[in-house]
């Protein structure tokens, strides 16, 4: 069964602490993408990488790090430096390589409270 | 349409009736949009898309409009059913770089909430 997976499905973080999620496809995909969902916004992206052993910056990576040396995972850590962490977070992958225009598709989410 | 503040633009139909959401996108450049629909607490699931070499994409029991015009896309849901309530938000991409290297990077408007009544 193919698909992205995340995980937990829930997430709570203390004060000063790093928390790491989980994202895992076996689509065969080049392209993962890290994105947050907060109330009536739209989704903002952290970081993505086009391919394994790198990663870009999106528009919202202050207090995210992330790293992607499996073609498969694409692990995110909340840092202590994101001041406001409590969110839905969403994996995603697509086809990447040589190709453009391209579907993304979403794993389930995470949601990340701060205690 | 977009949303103001916390609220979302809101769609409520009668189960059986066709439902019409819109959105407005922002960069004339783009060419390549994408319907999702998201439940709640659930990921975004991936609906239809087209390209902007076309004004109109039909899958089953939903058709995309496009109209570069005025930078509009709509989604119509036929015969909506109590399980289509989500909320649906449109994505647009700009399938290349200004340098000209592949451009990944979606724009995602944010949503509407279809509501389906029995």
């Known amino acids: 069964d193919g698909g992205i997976t995340q995980s937990p499905k829930y997430l709570f973080r203390k004060e000063g602490q790093n928390v790491t999620l989980s994202c895992e496809q076996n689509?065969?995909?080049?392209?993962m993408y890290w994105y947050r969902q907060d109330p009536g916004q739209g989704l903002r992206l952290i970081y993505y990488?086009?391919?394994?052993?790198?990663?870009q910056k999106g528009d919202i990576a202050e207090g995210y790090s992330v790293s992607r040396e499996k073609k498969e995972s694409f692990p995110l850590t909340v840092t202590s430096a994101q001041k406001n962490p409590t969110a839905f977070y969403l994996c995603?992958?697509?086809?990447?390589?040589?190709?453009?225009?391209?579907?993304?598709?979403f794993g389930p989410g995470t949601r990340l409270l701060v205690l | 349409g977009e949303s103001v503040g916390l609220h979302l633009p809101t769609l409520s139909v009668q189960e059986g009736d066709n439902s019409i959401i819109n959105c407005a996108y922002s960069?004339?450049?783009?060419?390549?949009f994408i319907w999702y629909k998201q439940e709640s607490g659930k990921g975004p699931q991936f609906i239809i898309d087209?390209?902007?070499?076309?004004d109109k994409r039909q899958g089953q029991r939903v058709t995309v409009l496009l109209n570069k015009t005025v930078k509009h896309l709509s989604l119509q849901i036929a015969a909506t059913q109590p399980g289509d309530s989500a909320v649906y938000f449109c994505?647009?991409?700009?399938?290349?770089?200004?340098?000209?290297?592949?451009?990944?990077?979606?724009?995602f408007g944010k949503g509407t909430l279809l509501t389906v009544n029995p």
């Open positions: 995603a992958s697509s086809i990447g390589g040589s190709f453009y225009q391209e579907t993304q598709y």
């Open positions: 689509l065969n995909h080049d392209a």
């Open positions: 990488s086009q391919i394994v052993n790198d990663f």
């Open positions: 960069n004339s450049a783009s060419d390549y």
């Open positions: 087209i390209r902007s070499n076309m």
């Open positions: 994505a647009e991409n700009r399938g290349r770089a200004l340098s000209g290297g592949s451009n990944y990077k979606l724009t």
